[in-house]
């Protein structure tokens, strides 16, 4: 074997080693970037996850990105991580938030003294949470009625616009006649129903709620002339249609102390 016969196995040989370093180097490094490329997907799935909102925004879940970089010695040396989120705003609170509501108006009552009163509400939230606090006032000389509601309900959502809920609440009425047959009663209420309310991405809001069920008279006291039932029925069903933190509603109720009539006001929320 001549001396141009060793150098040709000897370049053959080298050819051969660094073709597979080269081939183990990518693999390696091919390797690297499918890593790189777990780690990507787990973060971007760990966003959809946690759901990542704030007051006004709220990600929907469309995510792009991709890495670019350089890979040596079947390490990536250096990189570049472009990444992409779209979300949509909407006019819609953190979950964690009290939402407070303040309204007042009119309501009507067959059994209210002058079959017309005075109405204020106001009611705080927190998830599906809620407490209302309601005030009515009567009067026609020598009459007046006091009318004191409170009540906690909660909400099974559905969907994302309609959800069941079970109501409590507790009402109380004093009917003062001045210098005659003063009387109070006390209304314990166990109620059911339904809501729906609809959000649209302008801010504008349409709402729909309904209630019912049995009220029972655990207390009365100063009364004469008056019969008074053990139980009733009571109902209240109420729409409201307004834009961001304003809005107007009405109602039809039967109402444990007020008796039956219609109601309507107007709504602010905090």
């Given at each position: 074997m001549n001396i141009r016969s060793l150098r040709t196995m000897a370049v053959a040989g080298l050819m051969a080693f660094?073709?597979?370093?080269?081939?183990?180097?990518?693999?390696?490094?091919?390797?690297?970037?499918?890593?790189?490329?777990?780690?990507?997907?787990?973060?971007?799935?760990?966003?959809?996850k946690e759901?990542?909102?704030?007051?006004?925004?709220?990600?929907?879940?469309?995510?792009?990105?991709?890495?670019?970089?350089?890979?040596?010695?079947?390490?990536?040396?250096?990189?570049?991580?472009?990444?992409?989120?779209?979300?949509?705003?909407?006019?819609?609170?953190?979950?964690?938030?009290?939402?407070?509501?303040?309204?007042?108006g009119v309501t009507t009552g067959d059994e209210l003294c002058n079959n017309v009163g005075l109405r204020f509400h106001g009611s705080a939230k927190k998830h599906n949470t809620k407490f209302d606090v309601t005030g009515?006032?009567?009067?026609?000389?020598?009459?007046?009625?006091?009318?004191?509601?409170?009540?906690?309900?909660?909400?099974?959502?559905?969907n994302k616009d309609f959800s069941l809920l079970a109501k409590g609440e507790a009402e109380g009425v004093i009917r003062r006649v001045r210098g005659g047959d003063s009387f109070g009663e006390a209304w314990p209420q166990v109620l059911g129903g339904a809501r729906y309310e609809h959000k649209f991405d302008n801010g504008m809001k349409v709402a729909i709620q309904g209630e019912a069920g049995p009220a029972f008279k655990i207390t009365e006291k100063e009364h004469t002339f008056h019969d008074i039932p053990k139980a009733k029925f009571v109902y209240n069903a109420e729409g409201e249609f307004g834009i961001n933190q304003v809005s107007g509603f009405v109602g039809a109720t039967k109402d444990a102390a007020a008796g039956q009539g219609v109601y309507g006001g107007v709504r602010f929320k905090f």
């Open positions: 660094s073709a597979g370093a080269t081939k183990v180097a990518a693999q390696n490094a091919q390797t690297t970037l499918d890593k790189a490329s777990t780690i990507v997907a787990k973060d971007t799935a760990k966003v959809v759901g990542v909102q704030d007051a006004r925004t709220v990600l929907l879940k469309k995510y792009s990105g991709h890495f670019q970089g350089s890979v040596k010695q079947g390490r990536i040396a250096d990189g570049n991580l472009e990444y992409a989120e779209k979300g949509k705003t909407i006019l819609e609170p953190k979950p964690n938030k009290i939402n407070f509501a303040l309204d007042a009515i006032y009567a009067g026609k000389e020598p009459k007046s009625d006091f009318i004191a509601k409170a009540s906690a309900t909660q909400y099974f959502p559905l």
